[in-house]
């Protein structure tokens, strides 16, 4: 199992704006091979922005690293800086892989 997560700091006041985004967003992820899950998840809130982490489950690293170099990614990613006004900085990868 690889686990793949983007941190997002959301100006603060624009998470209803930031949630509609993912809601409305067609995350080409449904039939890609290897892929097992999504979730975003909202974390603390900070004086200026709140915490939100983009967490999508692969079979493996290979798996997701194909997604990355693939037209579904590309389609999936082609309006991310459509509202950079709402976000404090790029979103922060971190990636994981299952070891027990």
Same mark, same amino acid.
Request: no cysteine; net charge negative.
């Given at each position: 199992?690889?686990?793949?997560?983007?941190?997002?700091?959301?100006?603060?006041?624009?998470?209803?704006?930031?949630?509609?985004?993912?809601?409305?967003?067609?995350?080409?992820?449904? &039939?890609?091979? &290897?892929?097992?899950?999504?979730?975003? +998840?909202?974390?603390?809130?900070?004086?200026?922005?709140?915490?939100?982490?983009?967490?999508?489950?692969?079979?493996?690293?290979?798996?997701?690293?194909?997604?990355?170099?693939?037209?579904?990614?590309?389609?999936?990613?082609?309006?991310?800086?459509?509202?950079?006004?709402?976000?404090?900085?790029?979103?922060? +990868?971190?990636?994981?892989?299952?070891?027990?």
């Amino acid at each position: 199992m690889f686990l793949a997560m983007n941190r997002f700091k959301i100006v603060k006041g624009r998470e209803e704006d930031f949630e509609t985004i993912w809601k409305e967003r067609d995350t080409h992820l449904q &039939g890609v091979d &290897g892929f097992k899950e999504f979730n975003l +998840l909202k974390g603390r809130s900070e004086e200026n922005y709140s915490l939100y982490a983009s967490h999508s489950i692969w079979q493996s690293r290979e798996h997701f690293v194909n997604w990355t170099k693939s037209e579904a990614f590309r389609l999936a990613h082609k309006n991310a800086g459509k509202n950079a006004d709402i976000y404090l900085g790029p979103p922060e +990868l971190e990636t994981f892989e299952k070891t027990l």
